[in-house]
């Protein structure tokens, strides 16, 4: 009996020296490594998120558009508030579904910069004021994303 405790404790601790039995949690296994996608991939990808969030936050400015009332002022008060609670968090989650994406390891620094463009712009955004997003990096984001090709991200 004693040599069948020992052999099991001995079998135990081989089994966890070399990961028998593991649940293939290494990072270096072929199945969990990050793919990096081509241009074309990305792009694609990265249009389609574009997209979607497009769609969803221009329903959501019209909305905002028709709720708000009363003076100028408390119009214009309403307004950032309602950008502030209802597109800036549709912003700000576009920015990390992109960020999500693997691009291109060539065009890594190009596509990381573009995006930290449009995160600063959906940070301020939080603010209420969307003419200041043009200012602090979302008309640099659209003219990089429509140089790289993303059509859909740029407008």
Do not use: H
């Amino acid at each position: 009996m004693y040599r069948v405790i020992v052999g099991i404790g001995i079998l135990a601790a081989i089994c966890f020296v070399v990961g028998c039995g593991s649940s293939g949690g290494d990072p270096t296994s072929a199945s969990e490594t990050v793919s990096t996608l081509s241009k074309a991939q990305f792009l694609k990808q990265a249009e389609a998120i574009c997209t979607k969030f497009g769609d969803e936050w221009k329903t959501t400015l019209l909305s905002v558009a028709k709720e708000v009332s009363g003076s100028p002022k408390q119009k214009e008060m309403q307004g950032k508030e309602a950008v502030a609670q209802k597109v800036a968090p549709l912003l700000q989650e576009e920015v990390e579904e992109l960020k999500a994406l693997t691009p291109p390891a060539r065009d890594e620094v190009i596509v990381t910069r573009m995006l930290e463009n449009f995160a600063k712009a959906s940070q301020v955004a939080s603010s209420g004021d969307l003419r200041k997003t043009e200012e602090s990096g979302f008309q640099r984001f659209a003219t990089e994303a429509a140089a790289y090709g993303l059509k859909g991200c740029s407008s």
